[in-house]
């Protein structure tokens, strides 16, 4: 980020200066007083079980000279400069869409029920391949994380690639002014966080906030095979809409795909361009993804041969879709969420890979937020594992209606945590398994990997 001065700030904010230094600047802004470096303004964030404004001494200990505060009678480091604001994440936000708008470069912003965080790595991988790309890191996605990411905004980068997530109604209306996207791109729309939003057509309102600031120029990339998203073709909207997909006509769409233990062969087409791409990991889903990132990449002007090396460059983000060896062992761990589009998506992952090894084990755990659709929602993953995996371990108190719903289709395990899982597992394995590890992020089933460390040498 670019220097922004105690000025520039008071003006951004409509702060009042309580104490310190009007000549300096800042570089950075951090939320996280463990993690203020020279030159960062730390932001105190009020959330529900800690304060931020009880951790400036901190902030001022390791480098922090200057801090936003929204409680007056606080006592500062004497020789801290600070600024009152009347809130502290309006402040924050207000200065993210200043360095936002610093910029005149393409910003897309993505979203959807799945797979939002692999199409989001998966673009950035692909437009790196021509344009400095700044993207989100780990799960900054909601309205704390969102302004982190713009702030890592500098003069170098060309082109942004924003993850936006959301929990509720209004989530990414919260953000999406300070990101206001060129395109903004819906992967689908799923059951996730179905107990809060009740409908599924809620979810879809919530996901279509992402067009709210799109303009005539601006254009929604949607995928035109969900039942949701293709409504938006038909309604009328200010801005342009361009879709993915592999069934009928689309701007992007994959004409035929192979999927095998070596991964995905996708022929695509767009405008008069006939071209065969390759991706290094197997499953329908991942057309979707690729199709995201292929489509932008055309967009943007750049040639097969480059979007093929942004293909091949992909590195899933942690716990998503993390295929790896140990011993004869093969693992998929894609622990870090889970909705049944997701569950489906990964069975099929592990009944493509595991015909190379001699059983199939699928650990599955509960889907998390879901509410009165649960024990259906697990029931039908119970029974789509049935032919896709040879060892049931269900795992959670709804990891039973798996369990359940898989019934006799092959060896079936019951267990309520990640560490019974494990020991469950480290009992059965043998060389030449492959295992897949799916469960929602607050089930911690990436523990289950310590035990196949051990059992599998």
Known sequence: MESISIDEILH????????????????????????????????????????????????????????????????????????????????????????????NIPVIAITGSSGKTTTKDLVASVLSQKYHTLKTEGNLNNEYGIPQTLFNLGPDHQIAVIEMGMDHLGDISKS??????????????????IERLKTQENIYLAKKEILQTLSSEGIAYVNGDDEFLKRITAEKKPYQVKTFGLQ?????????????????????????????????????????????AIG?????EMTQPEIQKGLDAFVPSSNRMDIFTIGAIKVI??????????????????????????????????MLEMGEYGPAAHLEVGRYARDKA????????????????????????????ALAAGA???????????????????????????FIKEGGQ
């Open 12 to 103: 951004i904010t409509q702060g009042e200066l309580l104490q310190g230094n009007q000549s300096l600047a800042i570089t950075n802004v951090a939320i996280d007083s463990r993690k203020i470096k020279n030159n960062d303004l730390y932001v105190p964030i009020i959330g529900e079980t800690n304060n931020g404004h009880d951790y400036i001494t901190q902030a001022y200990s390791n480098g922090g000279r200057v801090c936003l505060t929204e409680e007056r009678n606080r006592s500062f480091p004497a020789e801290m400069t600070v600024i009152y604001v009347a809130s502290t994440l309006a402040a924050m936000k207000a200065l993210a869409g200043f360095n936002r708008h610093r910029y």
């Open 176 to 193: 999406i002014q300070l990101v206001e996207p060129d395109i903004s791109v819906i992967t689908n729309v799923g059951l996730s966080h």
């Open 248 to 292: 009928g006509a689309h701007t992007v769409t994959a004409r035929n795909y192979t999927s095998s233990q070596t991964g995905l062969e996708i022929q695509v087409e767009w405008e008069r361009r006939n071209e065969v791409f390759t991706f290094n990991y197997p499953g329908s889903h991942n057309v979707y993804n690729c199709l995201v």
């Open 296 to 300: 932008l990449g055309y967009f943007y």
């Open 333 to 366: 761990n894609d622990s870090y969420n889970a909705n049944p589009d997701a569950m489906r998506a990964t069975l099929d992952v592990l009944a493509t890979l595991g015909r190379d090894y001699k059983r199939k084990i699928a650990i599955l755990g509960d």
């Open 390 to 417: 040879d060892i049931l371990i269900g795992v959670g108190e709804l990891g039973r209606s798996i369990c359940q719903g898989y019934e006799n289709a092959g060896t079936v395990y019951q267990v309520t945590d």
């Open 424 to 450: 469950c597992l480290k009992e059965i394995i043998q060389p030449a398994d492959i295992i897949l590890i799916k469960a929602s992020r607050g089930m911690g089933l990436e523990r289950v990997i310590d």
